[in-house]
């Protein structure tokens, strides 16, 4: 039997030692076994040259506590980055602690064999410059970061994120059906959830959590729904940031934008506001400015042009919403229908106020028309304005103003050219027409026949008529 001298193993230094060491060989595998100096076996290398597998341990002692360290590391083939430890013991051979290495991942152990810290050489790490679609909660708050990757399986894999330092951080769990359908997990340092992801092709889903140290807590994700394909068309979308009170779960605030429109919300989901980028929008092709037609709410209107974006439904329906182009806020809504029955076609369209509140509707059906607005005055009182005809030529058209609790308080009507104006309670103040466009009556006879109340007198000619 030949012995070796031994310096290092695994690149690290053992010539304080003054080990030696002896090969056996069997078949592919090679055992080399390390002496000390009373040449008592302190431990053992087995390696396969045909698979790379590798193991090895040697326990040797500790001058500084009296009791013993044992060295060890294992890996199943040259492609493996292998699994290292040290473990400490003291006189009695009771464990003081430790580390671990795998993965480039170091784990300090105490003497329970809990894990005490966490940390990697981040020279040896990838660094982390995008962080979109992570979980905060899992990366560092500031600083570089940096991830670990390893393979799972050809869909699957684990990733640990570090801070510039090379502390744990985080995790994310990757998982994959091999088609369209995959997701991940993301968990703090103490393997506490702190987010989702998912797609399938058609869904795309996220929801983080993150402790913002101050006693609250914020969620924040997004959902978008498509028709799939190689070409998909939007359907929906949606992304969210909530804040709540981490110990109660009361909300306490937030915003969320749907398809383009900002919802802020104060305590308890309160609606603070509604706006877009109208100007981004616009150069977009989502939101339209064009005149103002006269079948709209007035409060609709910004200098004779409306702001607005249009969904089509499935059914023919269509949504349109209603912007104020300097804000961006939404001011109003309408839905609108048509539909033909018996030949007859019939159309119109119902508008809301920013609160889905009605504030008045338009109707057609090609013989009956009309239209009604409401609007909030914002002293106590509100004006109705409308118009209906029935295609015959009678028409009518009113403004009446009524005070919040629906009582009449004044306005005015007009029939077919005349016109009732109104006081409180409905009590008639007067009657008027507009005679502009009435035939006048000048025969005598004519005028005969009428009684003296209908004939009037011309006060530049002093000549009689009536007007009919």
């Given amino acids: 039997m030949s012995l070796t001298a031994v310096t290092t193993i695994n690149s690290i230094d053992y010539s304080s030692y003054n080990l030696k060491s002896y090969s056996a060989m069997d078949g592919t595998k090679t055992t080399v076994s390390y002496l000390d100096t009373s040449f008592a076996v302190v431990g053992a290398k087995v390696s396969d040259s045909a698979t790379g597998e590798e193991s090895f341990i040697i326990k040797l002692p500790d001058s500084t506590t009296g009791g013993y360290k044992e060295n060890g590391s294992y890996k199943s083939s040259s492609s493996d ?86 502390a744990v951080t985080g995790y994310q769990y990757i998982w994959g059906s091999g088609q369209t359908m995959n997701g991940s997990s993301f968990f703090d340092k103490d393997d506490n959830l702190v987010g989702d992801t998912f797609t399938d092709g058609f869904l795309t889903m996220s929801n983080f959590f993150v402790d913002n140290g101050d006693g609250t807590r914020t969620e924040s994700g997004s959902y978008k729904e498509t028709t799939g394909g190689t070409s998909p068309t939007t359907l929906l979308e949606r992304s ?159 403004v009446f103003v009524f005070d919040n609790s629906g009582t009449f308080l004044s306005g005015s009507e007009t029939q077919n050219g005349v016109t009732t104006t109104f006081g409180a309670n409905w009590e008639v103040t007067g009657k008027s027409a507009d005679t502009s466009n009435l035939a006048r009556l000048e025969t005598k006879a004519s005028l005969d026949a009428l009684p003296d109340s209908f004939v009037l007198t011309d006060s530049t000619t002093s000549t009689e008529y009536a007007l009919y």
């Fill in 81 to 166: 980055a292998g699994f290292n430890w040290t473990y400490n013991y003291d006189s009695s051979s009771v464990f003081t602690g430790g580390t671990e290495t795998e993965n480039n991942i170091t784990t300090t152990l105490n003497s329970s064999w809990g894990v005490a810290s966490e940390a990697a050489n981040v020279g040896n790490l990838t660094e982390v410059t995008d962080t979109t679609g992570l979980a905060a909660g899992a990366l560092a708050s500031s600083g570089k970061i940096y991830k670990n990757v390893v393979d799972i399986s050809s869909t699957d894999k684990e990733v640990t994120f570090f801070d510039k330092d090379g």
């Fill in 240 to 398: 969210y940031s909530y804040v709540f009170n981490t110990s109660t779960g009361d909300f306490v605030s937030g915003s969320e934008v749907v398809d383009g429109e900002t919802t802020t919300y104060g305590a308890n989901w309160a609606v603070q506001g509604k706006s877009v980028d109208v100007t981004a929008l616009i150069t977009a092709g989502t939101i339209l400015e064009a005149s103002a037609p006269d079948d709209v709410p007035t409060n609709f209107v910004i200098a004779g042009k409306v702001y607005t974006s249009t969904e089509t439904f499935s059914w023919g329906d269509k949504e349109t919403t209603y912007y104020d182009n300097t804000s961006g806020a939404v001011i109003g809504r309408a839905v609108s229908f048509s539909n033909t029955y018996n030949g007859v076609k019939s159309e119109g369209t119902t508008y809301f106020d920013d609160d889905w509140n009605w504030v008045g509707d338009v109707f057609s059906d090609g013989t009956w028309t009309s239209r009604r607005f409401e609007k909030d005055n914002g002293n106590g009182t509100k004006t109705e304005t409308g118009f209906e005809t029935d295609g015959s030529g009678w028409s009518r058209e009113w």
